[in-house]
Protein backbone atom coordinates (compact mmCIF):
# COMPACT_ATOMS: atom_id res chain seq x y z
CA UNK A 1 0.00 0.00 0.00
CA UNK A 2 2.67 2.19 1.06
CA UNK A 3 4.12 2.35 -2.52
CA UNK A 4 0.66 2.92 -4.43
CA UNK A 5 0.29 6.13 -1.78
CA UNK A 6 3.67 7.24 -2.41
CA UNK A 7 3.17 7.27 -6.78
CA UNK A 8 0.49 9.32 -5.67
CA UNK A 9 1.85 12.13 -4.81
CA UNK A 10 -0.90 12.75 -1.55
CA UNK A 11 0.67 13.04 2.20
CA UNK A 12 0.52 9.36 3.95
CA UNK A 13 0.95 8.62 7.16
CA UNK A 14 4.42 7.38 5.92
CA UNK A 15 5.32 10.82 5.71
CA UNK A 16 4.70 11.94 9.66
CA UNK A 17 4.87 9.96 12.85
CA UNK A 18 4.25 10.14 16.42
CA UNK A 19 2.27 13.71 17.95
CA UNK A 20 2.26 15.44 14.43
CA UNK A 21 0.80 12.31 12.99
CA UNK A 22 -2.13 12.14 15.54
CA UNK A 23 -2.96 16.06 15.46
CA UNK A 24 -3.11 15.63 12.06
CA UNK A 25 -5.30 12.87 11.52
CA UNK A 26 -7.45 13.97 14.95
CA UNK A 27 -7.83 17.21 12.25
CA UNK A 28 -9.61 15.26 9.77
CA UNK A 29 -11.53 13.29 11.46
CA UNK A 30 -12.45 15.13 14.38
CA UNK A 31 -15.97 17.01 14.39
CA UNK A 32 -15.94 20.71 14.01
CA UNK A 33 -17.03 22.76 17.53
CA UNK A 34 -20.51 24.52 18.14
CA UNK A 35 -23.87 23.47 17.50
CA UNK A 36 -23.90 22.72 13.64
CA UNK A 37 -20.61 20.62 13.86
CA UNK A 38 -22.53 18.62 16.69
CA UNK A 39 -25.72 18.35 14.39
CA UNK A 40 -23.57 17.14 11.46
CA UNK A 41 -20.96 14.70 13.23
CA UNK A 42 -20.89 11.48 11.69
CA UNK A 43 -18.62 9.85 14.24
CA UNK A 44 -19.66 6.75 15.24
CA UNK A 45 -18.35 7.20 18.62
CA UNK A 46 -20.13 10.41 19.15
CA UNK A 47 -23.16 8.60 17.72
CA UNK A 48 -23.01 5.93 19.69
CA UNK A 49 -22.79 7.82 22.88
CA UNK A 50 -25.84 9.71 22.09
CA UNK A 51 -27.59 6.26 21.16
CA UNK A 52 -26.60 4.72 24.81
CA UNK A 53 -27.66 7.62 26.60
CA UNK A 54 -30.74 8.21 25.02
CA UNK A 55 -31.57 4.11 25.42
CA UNK A 56 -30.84 4.74 29.13
CA UNK A 57 -33.05 7.84 29.59
CA UNK A 58 -35.94 5.46 28.13
CA UNK A 59 -34.99 2.34 30.35
CA UNK A 60 -34.93 4.84 32.95
CA UNK A 61 -38.39 5.99 32.03
CA UNK A 62 -39.75 2.66 31.04
CA UNK A 63 -38.32 1.85 34.83
CA UNK A 64 -40.82 4.65 36.54
CA UNK A 65 -44.05 3.70 34.38
CA UNK A 66 -43.19 -0.16 36.12
CA UNK A 67 -42.92 1.43 39.47
CA UNK A 68 -46.29 2.87 39.06
CA UNK A 69 -47.48 -0.17 38.40
CA UNK A 70 -46.13 -2.11 41.16
CA UNK A 71 -47.66 0.72 43.80
CA UNK A 72 -51.08 0.75 42.11
CA UNK A 73 -50.85 -3.68 42.91
CA UNK A 74 -49.23 -3.30 45.96
CA UNK A 75 -52.53 -3.96 47.96
CA UNK A 76 -56.15 -4.87 46.52
CA UNK A 77 -58.33 -2.67 45.24
CA UNK A 78 -56.27 -0.07 45.07
CA UNK A 79 -57.14 4.11 43.70
CA UNK A 80 -53.90 5.29 42.85
CA UNK A 81 -54.04 5.35 38.98
CA UNK A 82 -57.43 4.68 37.05
CA UNK A 83 -58.02 2.14 34.71
CA UNK A 84 -57.06 3.87 31.76
CA UNK A 85 -53.92 5.63 33.03
CA UNK A 86 -53.05 2.04 33.65
CA UNK A 87 -53.47 1.02 30.08
CA UNK A 88 -51.19 3.61 28.46
CA UNK A 89 -48.81 3.04 31.59
CA UNK A 90 -48.51 -0.95 30.15
CA UNK A 91 -48.41 -0.17 26.82
CA UNK A 92 -45.55 2.49 27.25
CA UNK A 93 -43.45 0.27 29.52
CA UNK A 94 -43.67 -2.37 26.98
CA UNK A 95 -42.92 -0.67 24.03
CA UNK A 96 -40.54 1.87 25.87
CA UNK A 97 -38.52 -1.14 27.35
CA UNK A 98 -38.82 -3.66 23.54
CA UNK A 99 -38.91 -0.63 20.74
CA UNK A 100 -36.78 2.10 22.35
CA UNK A 101 -34.47 0.36 24.98
CA UNK A 102 -33.86 -3.86 24.22
CA UNK A 103 -33.44 -3.41 20.87
CA UNK A 104 -31.75 -0.06 20.68
CA UNK A 105 -28.91 -0.55 23.33
CA UNK A 106 -27.21 -3.10 22.05
CA UNK A 107 -26.94 -1.00 18.45
CA UNK A 108 -25.96 1.37 20.16
CA UNK A 109 -22.94 -0.72 21.75
CA UNK A 110 -22.37 -1.92 18.63
CA UNK A 111 -22.18 1.25 17.15
CA UNK A 112 -19.50 2.65 19.01
CA UNK A 113 -17.66 -0.71 19.49
CA UNK A 114 -17.55 -2.72 16.66
CA UNK A 115 -15.33 -0.11 14.36
CA UNK A 116 -12.71 -0.11 17.20
CA UNK A 117 -12.67 -3.84 17.81
CA UNK A 118 -12.68 -4.39 14.25
CA UNK A 119 -9.89 -1.98 13.90
CA UNK A 120 -11.41 0.96 11.51
CA UNK A 121 -11.96 4.41 11.92
CA UNK A 122 -15.64 4.74 11.41
CA UNK A 123 -18.64 2.40 10.86
CA UNK A 124 -20.08 1.40 7.60
CA UNK A 125 -22.10 4.57 5.97
CA UNK A 126 -21.45 6.88 8.81
CA UNK A 127 -24.19 9.60 7.46
CA UNK A 128 -26.77 6.70 7.27
CA UNK A 129 -25.79 6.21 10.98
CA UNK A 130 -26.29 9.58 11.74
CA UNK A 131 -29.68 9.35 9.87
CA UNK A 132 -30.33 6.27 12.25
CA UNK A 133 -29.90 8.10 15.65
CA UNK A 134 -32.07 11.03 14.40
CA UNK A 135 -35.10 8.91 13.45
CA UNK A 136 -34.61 6.76 16.62
CA UNK A 137 -34.86 9.88 18.91
CA UNK A 138 -37.77 11.62 16.85
CA UNK A 139 -39.66 8.20 17.08
CA UNK A 140 -39.29 7.99 20.99
CA UNK A 141 -40.05 11.39 22.10
CA UNK A 142 -43.01 11.14 19.54
CA UNK A 143 -44.17 8.29 21.56
CA UNK A 144 -43.48 10.10 25.04
CA UNK A 145 -44.84 13.52 23.88
CA UNK A 146 -48.20 11.55 23.17
CA UNK A 147 -48.09 10.10 26.53
CA UNK A 148 -47.59 12.97 28.72
CA UNK A 149 -50.31 14.87 26.17
CA UNK A 150 -53.00 11.89 27.90
CA UNK A 151 -53.07 10.44 23.84
CA UNK A 152 -50.48 7.68 24.77
CA UNK A 153 -51.58 3.88 23.05
CA UNK A 154 -53.41 1.90 25.31
CA UNK A 155 -53.31 -1.30 23.06
CA UNK A 156 -50.27 -3.20 24.80
CA UNK A 157 -46.88 -3.32 23.00
CA UNK A 158 -48.37 -5.65 21.03
CA UNK A 159 -51.70 -4.02 19.67
CA UNK A 160 -53.05 -7.06 18.80
CA UNK A 161 -56.53 -6.67 16.48
CA UNK A 162 -59.29 -6.09 16.58
CA UNK A 163 -58.79 -4.24 19.91
CA UNK A 164 -56.13 -2.05 17.93
CA UNK A 165 -58.66 -1.84 14.95
CA UNK A 166 -60.98 1.04 14.10
CA UNK A 167 -63.71 -0.56 15.60
CA UNK A 168 -62.46 -1.04 19.21
CA UNK A 169 -59.65 2.28 19.18
CA UNK A 170 -61.54 5.36 18.36
CA UNK A 171 -59.01 7.90 18.21
CA UNK A 172 -55.13 8.32 17.30
CA UNK A 173 -53.92 6.32 20.08
CA UNK A 174 -53.33 3.25 18.03
CA UNK A 175 -52.05 5.47 14.97
CA UNK A 176 -49.84 6.48 17.65
CA UNK A 177 -48.07 3.64 18.58
CA UNK A 178 -48.49 1.69 14.86
CA UNK A 179 -46.60 4.49 13.40
CA UNK A 180 -43.42 4.83 16.09
CA UNK A 181 -42.72 1.33 15.59
CA UNK A 182 -42.51 1.98 11.71
CA UNK A 183 -40.69 4.96 11.96
CA UNK A 184 -37.83 3.60 15.01
CA UNK A 185 -37.75 0.20 13.29
CA UNK A 186 -36.62 1.75 10.14
CA UNK A 187 -33.77 2.74 12.76
CA UNK A 188 -32.77 -0.35 13.76
CA UNK A 189 -32.47 -1.95 10.37
CA UNK A 190 -30.14 0.83 9.17
CA UNK A 191 -28.25 0.30 12.35
CA UNK A 192 -28.27 -3.42 10.99
CA UNK A 193 -27.11 -2.88 7.49
CA UNK A 194 -24.19 -1.00 8.82
CA UNK A 195 -22.87 -3.26 11.36
CA UNK A 196 -23.11 -6.14 8.83
CA UNK A 197 -21.28 -4.19 6.10
CA UNK A 198 -18.21 -3.00 8.94
CA UNK A 199 -17.23 -6.47 9.73
CA UNK A 200 -17.45 -8.15 6.52
CA UNK A 201 -15.52 -5.34 4.35
CA UNK A 202 -13.65 -3.03 7.05
CA UNK A 203 -11.57 -5.69 9.53
CA UNK A 204 -8.05 -4.63 9.87
CA UNK A 205 -5.67 -6.29 7.89
CA UNK A 206 -4.99 -10.22 8.98
CA UNK A 207 -8.33 -10.36 11.14
CA UNK A 208 -9.41 -13.34 9.36
CA UNK A 209 -12.60 -15.16 10.37
CA UNK A 210 -11.17 -17.38 13.11
CA UNK A 211 -10.13 -13.65 14.70
CA UNK A 212 -12.90 -12.08 14.89
CA UNK A 213 -13.55 -11.58 18.39
CA UNK A 214 -16.96 -13.07 19.80
CA UNK A 215 -18.12 -10.02 21.03
CA UNK A 216 -18.19 -9.07 17.08
CA UNK A 217 -19.36 -12.19 15.91
CA UNK A 218 -22.85 -11.82 18.47
CA UNK A 219 -23.53 -8.46 17.09
CA UNK A 220 -23.01 -9.63 13.71
CA UNK A 221 -26.00 -12.52 13.46
CA UNK A 222 -27.35 -10.08 15.96
CA UNK A 223 -28.00 -7.63 12.70
CA UNK A 224 -28.93 -10.54 10.44
CA UNK A 225 -31.43 -11.43 12.77
CA UNK A 226 -32.99 -7.69 12.93
CA UNK A 227 -32.65 -7.65 9.22
CA UNK A 228 -35.21 -10.66 8.87
CA UNK A 229 -37.19 -10.02 11.47
CA UNK A 230 -37.90 -5.97 11.61
CA UNK A 231 -39.75 -5.76 8.34
CA UNK A 232 -41.91 -8.36 9.47
CA UNK A 233 -43.29 -5.68 12.61
CA UNK A 234 -43.07 -2.86 10.40
CA UNK A 235 -45.71 -4.69 7.79
CA UNK A 236 -47.97 -5.77 10.83
CA UNK A 237 -47.94 -1.95 12.11
CA UNK A 238 -48.06 -0.38 8.28
CA UNK A 239 -51.34 -2.71 7.40
CA UNK A 240 -53.08 -1.60 10.90
CA UNK A 241 -52.62 1.77 10.29
CA UNK A 242 -54.05 1.16 6.31
CA UNK A 243 -56.52 -0.27 8.47
CA UNK A 244 -57.79 2.39 10.52
CA UNK A 245 -57.15 5.40 8.28
CA UNK A 246 -57.71 4.12 4.75
CA UNK A 247 -60.24 1.40 5.67
CA UNK A 248 -58.43 -1.72 3.78
CA UNK A 249 -59.83 -4.55 6.29
CA UNK A 250 -56.77 -6.60 6.09
CA UNK A 251 -57.65 -8.11 9.68
CA UNK A 252 -61.14 -7.59 9.31
CA UNK A 253 -62.38 -11.21 9.16
CA UNK A 254 -66.13 -9.65 8.40
CA UNK A 255 -64.61 -8.62 5.08
CA UNK A 256 -62.81 -11.31 4.20
CA UNK A 257 -59.65 -10.03 6.46
CA UNK A 258 -57.87 -12.27 8.71
CA UNK A 259 -57.05 -11.13 12.62
CA UNK A 260 -54.51 -13.55 13.31
CA UNK A 261 -52.64 -12.70 10.18
CA UNK A 262 -51.83 -9.84 12.51
CA UNK A 263 -50.60 -12.24 15.16
CA UNK A 264 -48.03 -14.00 12.90
CA UNK A 265 -46.66 -11.08 11.27
CA UNK A 266 -46.03 -9.40 15.34
CA UNK A 267 -44.64 -12.30 16.46
CA UNK A 268 -42.53 -13.47 13.38
CA UNK A 269 -40.51 -10.59 14.64
CA UNK A 270 -41.47 -10.71 18.28
CA UNK A 271 -39.86 -14.21 19.02
CA UNK A 272 -36.44 -12.96 17.20
CA UNK A 273 -36.68 -10.06 19.19
CA UNK A 274 -36.23 -11.95 22.48
CA UNK A 275 -32.55 -13.07 20.74
CA UNK A 276 -32.42 -9.39 19.47
CA UNK A 277 -32.15 -8.28 22.76
CA UNK A 278 -30.26 -11.87 24.32
CA UNK A 279 -27.67 -11.57 21.82
CA UNK A 280 -25.97 -8.29 22.35
CA UNK A 281 -26.06 -10.13 25.99
CA UNK A 282 -23.96 -12.97 25.15
CA UNK A 283 -21.71 -10.15 23.62
CA UNK A 284 -21.02 -8.46 26.34
CA UNK A 285 -20.41 -11.51 28.37
CA UNK A 286 -18.02 -13.23 25.77
CA UNK A 287 -15.80 -10.12 26.14
CA UNK A 288 -16.22 -9.57 29.82
CA UNK A 289 -15.07 -13.10 30.95
CA UNK A 290 -11.92 -13.77 29.00
CA UNK A 291 -10.51 -10.17 30.14
CA UNK A 292 -11.22 -11.47 34.22
CA UNK A 293 -10.19 -14.79 34.21
CA UNK A 294 -7.22 -14.24 32.40
CA UNK A 295 -7.25 -16.96 29.23
CA UNK A 296 -8.97 -17.25 25.98
CA UNK A 297 -12.61 -17.83 25.78
CA UNK A 298 -12.83 -21.80 25.86
CA UNK A 299 -14.72 -23.22 23.01
CA UNK A 300 -14.25 -19.96 20.35
CA UNK A 301 -15.64 -22.48 17.59
CA UNK A 302 -18.53 -23.70 19.22
CA UNK A 303 -19.39 -20.75 20.61
CA UNK A 304 -19.27 -18.62 17.41
CA UNK A 305 -21.39 -22.06 15.67
CA UNK A 306 -23.80 -21.68 18.83
CA UNK A 307 -24.53 -17.88 17.90
CA UNK A 308 -24.89 -18.72 14.50
CA UNK A 309 -27.69 -21.32 15.40
CA UNK A 310 -29.29 -19.29 17.85
CA UNK A 311 -29.82 -16.91 14.77
CA UNK A 312 -31.42 -19.55 12.61
CA UNK A 313 -33.45 -20.92 15.50
CA UNK A 314 -34.93 -17.78 16.49
CA UNK A 315 -37.14 -17.63 13.34
CA UNK A 316 -38.68 -21.42 14.21
CA UNK A 317 -40.90 -21.33 17.45
CA UNK A 318 -43.07 -18.37 17.13
CA UNK A 319 -45.92 -19.26 17.32
CA UNK A 320 -45.52 -20.74 20.68
CA UNK A 321 -46.92 -17.30 21.41
CA UNK A 322 -50.16 -18.61 20.24
CA UNK A 323 -50.55 -21.95 21.50
CA UNK A 324 -54.11 -21.12 22.63
CA UNK A 325 -55.63 -19.46 18.90
CA UNK A 326 -56.60 -23.08 17.89
CA UNK A 327 -53.56 -24.05 16.48
CA UNK A 328 -53.67 -27.98 14.55
CA UNK A 329 -52.28 -30.46 16.75
CA UNK A 330 -48.92 -30.61 14.82
CA UNK A 331 -48.29 -27.48 14.16
CA UNK A 332 -48.10 -27.20 17.91
CA UNK A 333 -46.01 -30.12 18.31
CA UNK A 334 -43.45 -28.77 15.82
CA UNK A 335 -43.41 -25.27 17.94
CA UNK A 336 -42.93 -26.98 21.18
CA UNK A 337 -40.27 -29.44 19.96
CA UNK A 338 -38.05 -26.10 18.20
CA UNK A 339 -38.88 -24.17 21.67
CA UNK A 340 -36.98 -27.25 23.27
CA UNK A 341 -34.37 -27.07 20.76
CA UNK A 342 -33.25 -23.62 21.17
CA UNK A 343 -32.21 -24.57 24.37
CA UNK A 344 -28.95 -26.39 22.97
CA UNK A 345 -27.29 -23.56 22.03
CA UNK A 346 -27.86 -21.74 24.62
CA UNK A 347 -26.73 -24.33 27.02
CA UNK A 348 -23.73 -24.45 24.97
CA UNK A 349 -22.34 -20.61 25.32
CA UNK A 350 -23.77 -21.11 29.06
CA UNK A 351 -20.85 -24.36 29.31
CA UNK A 352 -18.23 -22.60 27.48
CA UNK A 353 -17.89 -19.62 29.31
CA UNK A 354 -18.28 -21.64 33.01
CA UNK A 355 -15.57 -23.71 31.43
CA UNK A 356 -13.41 -20.25 30.24
CA UNK A 357 -13.52 -19.21 34.24
CA UNK A 358 -13.25 -22.96 35.47
CA UNK A 359 -10.16 -22.50 34.11
CA UNK A 360 -8.85 -18.93 33.97
CA UNK A 361 -7.92 -17.31 37.28
CA UNK A 362 -10.91 -15.23 37.55
CA UNK A 363 -10.31 -11.74 39.27
CA UNK A 364 -13.76 -10.71 40.71
CA UNK A 365 -14.33 -6.99 39.75
CA UNK A 366 -17.93 -5.35 39.27
CA UNK A 367 -18.19 -6.34 35.72
CA UNK A 368 -17.50 -9.91 36.57
CA UNK A 369 -20.28 -9.84 39.14
CA UNK A 370 -23.04 -8.95 37.12
CA UNK A 371 -22.01 -11.39 34.56
CA UNK A 372 -22.41 -13.91 37.88
CA UNK A 373 -25.61 -12.63 38.14
CA UNK A 374 -26.42 -13.13 34.53
CA UNK A 375 -26.00 -16.97 34.84
CA UNK A 376 -28.33 -17.12 37.78
CA UNK A 377 -31.21 -15.11 36.58
CA UNK A 378 -31.37 -16.23 32.60
CA UNK A 379 -30.78 -19.74 33.50
CA UNK A 380 -33.74 -19.31 35.66
CA UNK A 381 -35.53 -17.89 33.26
CA UNK A 382 -34.76 -20.32 30.61
CA UNK A 383 -36.08 -23.53 32.73
CA UNK A 384 -39.31 -21.89 32.41
CA UNK A 385 -39.12 -21.36 29.19
CA UNK A 386 -38.70 -25.05 28.64
CA UNK A 387 -42.09 -25.53 31.02
CA UNK A 388 -44.16 -22.90 28.96
CA UNK A 389 -42.71 -24.66 25.55
CA UNK A 390 -45.43 -27.53 26.76
CA UNK A 391 -48.71 -26.46 25.07
CA UNK A 392 -50.50 -28.12 28.42
CA UNK A 393 -48.68 -25.98 30.61
CA UNK A 394 -48.66 -23.07 28.30
CA UNK A 395 -52.44 -23.56 27.82
CA UNK A 396 -52.82 -22.99 31.95
CA UNK A 397 -50.85 -20.18 32.63
CA UNK A 398 -51.09 -18.21 29.08
CA UNK A 399 -51.79 -14.05 30.08
CA UNK A 400 -51.00 -14.82 33.91
CA UNK A 401 -47.84 -13.48 36.35
CA UNK A 402 -46.05 -16.56 34.93
CA UNK A 403 -45.29 -15.16 31.34
CA UNK A 404 -44.13 -11.96 33.61
CA UNK A 405 -42.39 -13.37 35.55
CA UNK A 406 -40.45 -15.49 33.06
CA UNK A 407 -40.13 -13.03 30.35
CA UNK A 408 -38.68 -10.54 33.03
CA UNK A 409 -36.44 -13.25 34.39
CA UNK A 410 -35.06 -14.30 30.30
CA UNK A 411 -34.63 -10.32 29.43
CA UNK A 412 -33.74 -8.81 32.48
CA UNK A 413 -31.30 -11.49 33.02
CA UNK A 414 -30.29 -12.08 29.80
CA UNK A 415 -29.42 -7.86 28.83
CA UNK A 416 -29.71 -5.61 31.84
CA UNK A 417 -27.42 -7.58 33.92
CA UNK A 418 -24.75 -8.38 31.70
CA UNK A 419 -25.12 -4.83 29.95
CA UNK A 420 -24.96 -2.96 33.52
CA UNK A 421 -21.48 -5.55 33.55
CA UNK A 422 -20.77 -4.04 30.34
CA UNK A 423 -20.93 -0.61 30.98
CA UNK A 424 -18.61 -1.17 34.25
CA UNK A 425 -16.19 -2.71 32.13
CA UNK A 426 -15.77 -0.17 28.62
CA UNK A 427 -16.56 3.15 30.97
CA UNK A 428 -12.77 3.95 31.18
CA UNK A 429 -12.95 3.61 27.39
CA UNK A 430 -15.73 5.51 26.41
CA UNK A 431 -14.75 8.35 29.33
CA UNK A 432 -11.27 7.84 30.19
CA UNK A 433 -12.39 6.99 33.82
CA UNK A 434 -13.19 4.39 36.10
CA UNK A 435 -16.47 3.65 37.39
CA UNK A 436 -16.36 3.16 41.95
CA UNK A 437 -15.85 0.03 42.46
CA UNK A 438 -17.61 0.17 45.92
CA UNK A 439 -21.00 1.71 44.41
CA UNK A 440 -20.69 -0.87 42.07
CA UNK A 441 -20.87 -3.95 44.30
CA UNK A 442 -23.62 -1.59 46.12
CA UNK A 443 -25.23 -1.16 42.95
CA UNK A 444 -24.94 -4.81 41.80
CA UNK A 445 -26.32 -6.75 44.91
CA UNK A 446 -28.63 -4.09 45.14
CA UNK A 447 -30.12 -5.02 41.87
CA UNK A 448 -29.94 -8.90 42.18
CA UNK A 449 -31.98 -8.79 45.59
CA UNK A 450 -34.46 -6.28 44.19
CA UNK A 451 -35.07 -8.43 41.29
CA UNK A 452 -35.45 -11.61 42.41
CA UNK A 453 -37.62 -10.40 45.43
CA UNK A 454 -39.61 -8.12 42.69
CA UNK A 455 -40.11 -11.27 40.28
CA UNK A 456 -39.95 -14.52 41.94
CA UNK A 457 -43.21 -13.87 43.56
CA UNK A 458 -44.75 -13.67 40.11
CA UNK A 459 -44.31 -17.29 39.18
CA UNK A 460 -46.37 -18.19 42.68
CA UNK A 461 -48.94 -15.29 41.53
CA UNK A 462 -49.64 -16.76 38.20
CA UNK A 463 -49.65 -20.19 39.38
CA UNK A 464 -52.63 -18.96 41.72
CA UNK A 465 -54.66 -17.37 38.16
CA UNK A 466 -53.57 -13.75 38.58
CA UNK A 467 -53.98 -12.55 35.03
CA UNK A 468 -51.56 -10.26 33.40
CA UNK A 469 -52.50 -6.19 32.64
CA UNK A 470 -55.06 -6.10 35.31
CA UNK A 471 -55.55 -2.28 36.91
CA UNK A 472 -56.89 -3.61 40.50
CA UNK A 473 -58.07 -6.67 42.41
CA UNK A 474 -60.27 -7.64 44.83
CA UNK A 475 -58.87 -8.66 48.44
CA UNK A 476 -60.71 -12.06 48.34
CA UNK A 477 -58.25 -13.02 45.63
CA UNK A 478 -55.49 -13.68 47.96
CA UNK A 479 -52.92 -12.22 45.80
CA UNK A 480 -52.39 -9.08 47.81
CA UNK A 481 -49.15 -10.27 50.23
CA UNK A 482 -47.51 -11.47 46.87
CA UNK A 483 -48.13 -8.34 45.10
CA UNK A 484 -46.91 -6.40 48.27
CA UNK A 485 -43.68 -8.55 48.18
CA UNK A 486 -43.07 -7.95 44.17
CA UNK A 487 -43.32 -4.27 45.02
CA UNK A 488 -41.20 -4.01 47.85
CA UNK A 489 -38.16 -5.89 45.52
CA UNK A 490 -39.36 -3.68 42.69
CA UNK A 491 -38.44 -0.30 45.06
CA UNK A 492 -35.15 -2.42 45.96
CA UNK A 493 -34.46 -2.51 41.93
CA UNK A 494 -34.80 0.93 41.69
CA UNK A 495 -32.57 1.74 44.22
CA UNK A 496 -30.20 -0.06 42.81
CA UNK A 497 -30.36 1.83 39.61
CA UNK A 498 -29.72 4.85 41.24
CA UNK A 499 -26.81 3.74 42.85
CA UNK A 500 -26.08 3.03 39.05
CA UNK A 501 -26.48 6.16 38.01
CA UNK A 502 -25.19 8.25 40.99
CA UNK A 503 -21.90 5.99 40.29
CA UNK A 504 -21.91 7.40 36.49
CA UNK A 505 -22.82 11.09 37.44
CA UNK A 506 -19.98 10.61 40.74
CA UNK A 507 -17.09 9.35 38.47
CA UNK A 508 -17.46 11.19 35.13
CA UNK A 509 -15.95 14.18 37.41
CA UNK A 510 -13.96 12.55 40.13
CA UNK A 511 -13.41 8.84 38.56
CA UNK A 512 -9.60 7.58 38.88
CA UNK A 513 -7.90 7.75 35.30
CA UNK A 514 -8.18 4.57 33.60
CA UNK A 515 -5.38 4.69 30.66
CA UNK A 516 -5.40 2.97 27.32
CA UNK A 517 -6.21 -0.82 28.52
CA UNK A 518 -6.72 -0.15 32.46
CA UNK A 519 -8.57 -4.11 32.71
CA UNK A 520 -5.14 -5.64 30.52
CA UNK A 521 -7.60 -6.64 27.80
CA UNK A 522 -6.80 -8.46 24.63
CA UNK A 523 -8.92 -7.29 22.37
CA UNK A 524 -8.36 -3.94 19.65
CA UNK A 525 -10.29 -1.39 21.16
CA UNK A 526 -8.16 -1.08 24.33
CA UNK A 527 -5.03 -0.25 22.21
CA UNK A 528 -5.86 3.10 21.76
CA UNK A 529 -6.12 5.70 23.85
CA UNK A 530 -9.10 6.13 26.23
CA UNK A 531 -11.22 8.09 25.13
CA UNK A 532 -10.26 7.12 21.60
CA UNK A 533 -9.36 10.14 19.43
CA UNK A 534 -11.36 11.14 16.05
CA UNK A 535 -9.47 8.70 13.93
CA UNK A 536 -9.56 5.58 16.44
CA UNK A 537 -6.02 4.30 15.75
CA UNK A 538 -3.11 6.45 13.88
CA UNK A 539 -2.16 3.74 11.85
CA UNK A 540 -4.69 0.71 11.59
CA UNK A 541 -3.41 -2.64 13.05
CA UNK A 542 -1.95 -5.81 11.79
CA UNK A 543 -3.69 -8.69 13.27
CA UNK A 544 -1.97 -11.60 13.92
CA UNK A 545 -3.83 -13.49 16.84
CA UNK A 546 -7.17 -13.74 18.21
CA UNK A 547 -6.42 -11.58 21.46
CA UNK A 548 -3.97 -9.23 19.82
CA UNK A 549 -2.72 -7.34 22.82
CA UNK A 550 -1.87 -10.49 24.68
CA UNK A 551 0.15 -11.59 21.74
CA UNK A 552 2.02 -8.51 20.72
CA UNK A 553 2.82 -7.44 23.99
CA UNK A 554 5.85 -5.47 22.39
CA UNK A 555 3.50 -3.36 19.99
CA UNK A 556 1.10 -3.90 17.59
CA UNK A 557 2.42 -4.09 13.68
CA UNK A 558 0.75 -1.90 11.51
CA UNK A 559 -0.51 -1.27 7.95
CA UNK A 560 0.54 2.02 6.71
CA UNK A 561 0.27 4.08 3.30
CA UNK A 562 -3.10 5.78 4.51
CA UNK A 563 -3.26 9.77 3.79
CA UNK A 564 -3.41 12.10 6.81
CA UNK A 565 -5.24 14.84 3.93
CA UNK A 566 -8.59 13.19 3.81
CA UNK A 567 -10.72 10.56 5.56
CA UNK A 568 -9.71 7.41 4.14
CA UNK A 569 -10.33 3.82 5.67
CA UNK A 570 -8.99 0.38 4.57
CA UNK A 571 -11.23 -2.11 2.46
CA UNK A 572 -10.50 -5.78 3.26
CA UNK A 573 -11.64 -9.35 2.01
CA UNK A 574 -14.31 -10.90 3.06
CA UNK A 575 -12.57 -13.89 4.68
CA UNK A 576 -9.11 -13.82 4.94
CA UNK A 577 -9.48 -9.70 5.89
CA UNK A 578 -6.84 -8.75 3.17
CA UNK A 579 -6.38 -4.97 2.28
CA UNK A 580 -8.21 -4.74 -1.10
CA UNK A 581 -8.28 -0.96 -1.75
CA UNK A 582 -8.79 2.64 0.00
CA UNK A 583 -11.89 3.91 0.76
CA UNK A 584 -12.91 7.57 1.50
CA UNK A 585 -14.80 8.05 4.63
CA UNK A 586 -18.03 10.85 4.02
CA UNK A 587 -17.49 13.90 5.75
CA UNK A 588 -19.99 15.39 8.37
CA UNK A 589 -23.41 16.42 6.37
CA UNK A 590 -26.16 18.30 8.21
CA UNK A 591 -28.30 16.38 4.96
CA UNK A 592 -29.16 13.16 7.45
CA UNK A 593 -30.70 15.04 10.21
CA UNK A 594 -32.81 17.18 7.35
CA UNK A 595 -33.78 14.03 6.14
CA UNK A 596 -34.91 12.80 9.34
CA UNK A 597 -36.73 15.70 10.44
CA UNK A 598 -38.25 15.37 6.76
CA UNK A 599 -39.50 11.78 7.41
CA UNK A 600 -40.57 12.19 10.82
CA UNK A 601 -43.10 14.74 9.76
CA UNK A 602 -44.36 13.07 6.89
CA UNK A 603 -44.99 10.02 9.31
CA UNK A 604 -46.63 12.32 12.13
CA UNK A 605 -48.67 13.53 9.31
CA UNK A 606 -49.97 10.71 7.95
CA UNK A 607 -51.86 9.62 11.51
CA UNK A 608 -54.24 12.97 10.42
CA UNK A 609 -54.74 12.54 6.81
CA UNK A 610 -53.06 10.23 4.12
CA UNK A 611 -52.06 13.26 1.66
CA UNK A 612 -49.12 13.59 4.17
CA UNK A 613 -47.18 11.24 2.62
CA UNK A 614 -47.55 12.85 -0.73
CA UNK A 615 -46.64 16.04 0.39
CA UNK A 616 -43.59 15.03 2.51
CA UNK A 617 -42.58 13.42 -0.30
CA UNK A 618 -41.09 16.36 -1.61
CA UNK A 619 -38.85 17.38 1.80
CA UNK A 620 -37.77 14.02 1.80
CA UNK A 621 -36.76 13.77 -1.78
CA UNK A 622 -34.66 17.61 -1.61
CA UNK A 623 -33.37 16.17 1.79
CA UNK A 624 -31.99 12.79 -0.40
CA UNK A 625 -30.73 14.85 -3.25
CA UNK A 626 -28.65 17.26 -0.84
CA UNK A 627 -27.49 14.09 1.10
CA UNK A 628 -26.73 12.68 -2.21
CA UNK A 629 -25.18 15.23 -4.45
CA UNK A 630 -22.26 14.17 -6.45
CA UNK A 631 -19.23 15.81 -5.23
CA UNK A 632 -15.37 15.36 -6.01
CA UNK A 633 -13.66 12.60 -3.60
CA UNK A 634 -10.07 12.95 -3.14
CA UNK A 635 -9.71 9.29 -4.26
CA UNK A 636 -11.67 10.16 -7.12
CA UNK A 637 -9.08 13.19 -8.56
CA UNK A 638 -5.53 10.33 -8.74
Known amino acids: MS ?18 LSARLGRVWGTRRGLLGALATVDHKIIGRRYIVTAFLFLFLGGLTALVMRLQLARPESGLVGPDTYNQLFTMHGSTMMFLFGVPIGEAMAVYLVPLMVGTRNIAFPRLNAFSYWVYLSGGLFLWVSFLLNIGPDVGWFAYVPLSGPEYSPGKRADTWAQMITFTELSGLAVAIEIIVTVL ?45 VGTHLFNPAEGGDALLYQHLFWFFGHPEVYIIFLPGTAFVSAIIPTFARRETFGYLALVLSLIATGFLSFGLWVHHMFVTGLPQLGAAFFTASSMLIAIPNGLQIFCWIATLWDGRPVWRTPLLFVAGFFFIFVAGGLSGIMLASVPIDTQVHDTYFVVAHFHYVLIGGNVFPLIGAIYYWFPKF ?41 TYGPEMGWGHLQLLSTAGALILFAGFLVFAW ?17 NSGTLEWATASPPPPQNFDRIPLVTHREPLWAERGGLPVVTGLSVGHRELVVSS ?19 LAAAIAVGVTFIGSIFTPYAVLWGALPIAAALTGWFWPKTAAEDEE
Open 503 to 519: NVIASLRRGDVAGANPW
Open 3 to 20: DVASATGDLRDTNLDGPA
Open 201 to 245: KQRAPGMTLDRIPVFVWALFVNSFIIVFALPAVMLASTFLILDRL
Open 574 to 592: VAEAEPQLRETSPAPSIWP
Open 431 to 471: TGRLLSERLGAWNFWLTFVGFNVAFFPMHISGLMGMPRRVY
